[in-house]
């Protein structure tokens, strides 16, 4: 599965999904843009290095739409569009469903290694510390078998964003940065 990150303004993203065997998504404009890594990537790295099957990017790869993509009305007609559609819909609602503790903890460590990598860069203020403050919470109400997993998969989430951040920040509007799902590597 390729996950297209395309910068479409200078403080907006949107997103193209193109999967083997199943319609092509889109999300314009995704959420929480940011100059240097943003929403979606930050849970693409997560999910990825966290092996989860249920978060935003395991749901799309498994043929649902993560309740929040479309499906690309690039190559399909109107009627074959809104089958396409229904049928997404309607696996992505099961799904979902069906995620359990992973889609949580998705949001979850994305939330968590987001605050913490952030926190190293970043200047000491009343908002960090706030963020810093919410996220002890946050991994306080963790089992200490997902703490141990978020602390092992530290090293690669952080080189990751370091690698995809210098990346994400190169690109132009309209260019995309491309990474293969599981493996993030750029495509």
Partial sequence: ???????????????KIERVDAP??????APGFDPDVPHDMVHFVVEAALGLKSGVFGQIASGGDAGSFRVAADD????????????????????????????????????LFDVDWRSQARADSAAQRAALGEAARTRASLSADERARIDAARPRVFADFERLSKAWRALRVGEA???????GQVG
Avoid: C, N
């Fill in 177 to 183: 940065l491309v990474l293969e799902w599981p493996s």
């Fill in 1 to 15: 599965m390729k996950v297209h990150f395309i910068r479409s303004g200078e403080r907006r993203y949107s997103m």
């Fill in 76 to 111: 399909l007609s109107a009627k074959d569009r809104q089958r396409a559609a229904r049928k997404q819909v309607a696996k992505g609602t099961r799904l979902v469903k069906a995620q359990g503790r992973e889609g949580e903890l998705s949001e979850l460590a994305a939330f």
């Fill in 24 to 29: 092509t998504l889109v999300m314009d404009p």
